[in-house]
Nanobody, 120 residues
């Protein structure tokens, strides 16, 4: 069974940077591992994902050019480098693993989330 643990969230001023990490265990080699975010009153939003087999990456248009997803195979960890952060990036960020890249419904396993707060 896949287990995912997020870390790296925190408080940062607009324009700053954070790096999130998702430590994965279990059969993640078959899955995409990516990031979604959620704020109260809003639907869960796709952020970025990476294929564990091919390294193919997908980004939401709202974060493309600012966020970079990557994977450290030695640590079995997926990272989300977030630069040029904006207040609208404030959310709980969830790591997830699934069989298709973008739709949240295609992800079977979810971490507990890490809070990212961007102040202005």
């Amino acid at each position: 069974q896949v287990q995912l643990v997020e870390s790296g969230g925190g408080l940062v001023q607009a324009g700053g940077s954070l790096r999130l990490a998702c430590a994965a265990s279990g059969p993640t080699w078959r899955h995409y591992v990516g990031w979604f975010r959620q704020t109260p009153g809003r639907e869960r939003e796709f952020v970025a994902t990476i294929s564990q087999r091919y390294g193919t990456v997908y980004y939401a248009t709202s974060v493309k050019g600012r966020f970079t997803i990557s994977r450290d195979n030695a640590k079995n960890t997926v990272y989300l480098q977030m630069n040029s952060l904006k207040p609208e990036d404030t959310a709980v960020y969830y790591c997830a693993a699934g069989g298709r890249p973008i739709d949240s419904n295609a992800y079977d396993y979810w971490g507990q989330g890490t809070q990212v707060t961007v102040s202005s």
